[in-house]
C-alpha cells in the first residue's frame, strides 16, 4: 500500500517514527509537538517561499515539528493531518494555554494596542482558539481584551464556546462574496474544499482538506434520478471541484472562475458546463 505524502510525513530522507512498519526510510523521526501562533500559516510543499502552497495552518493550530531545516519546519497538522513545510517563526514549542474565548467573527484583526487604530499585528480565523489575560479594557466605547502572546482584540468578536451553524449550508453562507484562493480556507480566501471543512467545522465536525479525500469518507454516497433528489447539504463532487446543496435547486461553492464564493443554480451551471448528474458524485453527510 502506497502512502498519502499528504497524510503521511514521508520523505526521501525522513519519516514518522510511526510509519516505521509501514514505509522503509533512511531515518525516523519523532515529531516535536508545536502549535501555530500566526493567523495564517502557509504550508507549502517545498521549504522554499515560491513553492506551491498546499494548505495553510490557523491560529492555535497543533503541528507536529519532524525536521526544521534553515527558516523552515517540515510539519504534520494534528487537526486534519496534513503535511508541509511551514516558515519556523510561525510556530512556538510550548504547551499551548487553555482557550478562554474563540474567534466567533469571520475574522478578526489582532491590534498593537486596545484601539483599532493602532497597528495592526495579525487576522485571526474563525474558530482560532484565545487565551485572554485581562479585560475591561476599553478605548472610545469599544471594549478590548488582551492576549496571553500578544495583543488586543475588540471583545464583541469573541465567544466563550467555537462558534457554531445550523447546518452546513448555512456555514457556508456566511463565507458568500469571500475570494476565491488555492489552498485557502479563511475568510481571506477559500478554496472549494476548504469552505466545505470550514462549514463542517462550523457543525463540529472534522473533515478532510481535499476533494477527493472529502469524495470518500463523508456520509453516504446517493444515487440520484432528478436535481429534485437532491436534499439541503448535500455535497456534489465533480473532478476537482466540490459545491454544497443549499435547497431550491441551488448551490453554494468557492468558484476558480470569478474568483468567488457564490451562490449558484444547479441547471445554470450544468448547461454552462455541459455535463449531467452522472458527472457528478453526490454524498450526503449523516
Known sequence: MTLDPRLNAIRDDLADIALRDSVAAPRYAQGRPARVV???????HAPDPNAAIDTFYHYGELVHVF??????????????????????????FADPPAPTH????????????????????????RHSPIAVTETGLE?????????????FLPAG???????????L????ALYLGCP??????????????????????????????????????????????????????????????????AGDGTVIHASGGDMTV?????????????CGLGDFTVRRPG
Not at 457564490?262 to 454552462?272: G, N, P, S, T, V
Open 67 to 92: 525536521d526544521e531545516g534553515g527558516a523552515y519546519a517540515w510539519c504534520q497538522s494534528r487537526r486534519d493531518s496534513y503535511v508541509g513545510y511551514v516558515d519556523a517563526s510561525a510556530l512556538i
Open 169 to 172: 449550508a448555512a456555514a457556508a
Open 139 to 151: 478605548c472610545r466605547g469599544t471594549p478590548y481584551v488582551r492576549l496571553h502572546d500578544r495583543g
Open 102 to 125: 474563540y474567534i466567533a467573527a469571520l475574522g478578526a484583526y489582532r491590534y498593537a494596542e486596545a484601539d483599532l487604530r493602532s497597528a495592526i499585528i495579525d487576522f485571526l480565523p
Open 180 to 245: 476565491y484562493l488555492w489552498a485557502g480556507r479563511s475568510f481571506l480566501g477559500l478554496d472549494c474544499s476548504g469552505l466545505v471543512q470550514e462549514a463542517f467545522r462550523d457543525l463540529g465536525q472534522a473533515v478532510p482538506r481535499d476533494t477527493d479525500m472529502q469524495r470518500e469518507v463523508i456520509g453516504e454516497r446517493i444515487e440520484l434520478a432528478h436535481i429534485s433528489d437532491l436534499q439541503r447539504n448535500d455535497l456534489i463532487f465533480m473532478p476537482g471541484h466540490v459545491m454544497i446543496y
Open 157 to 167: 468578536c469573541l465567544s466563550a464556546e467555537p462558534p457554531r451553524s445550523p447546518d
Open 38 to 44: 500566526v493567523g495564517l500559516a502557509p504550508a507549502h
Open 262 to 274: 457564490r451562490q449558484d443554480r444547479l441547471a445554470e451551471l450544468m448547461r454552462e458546463w455541459n
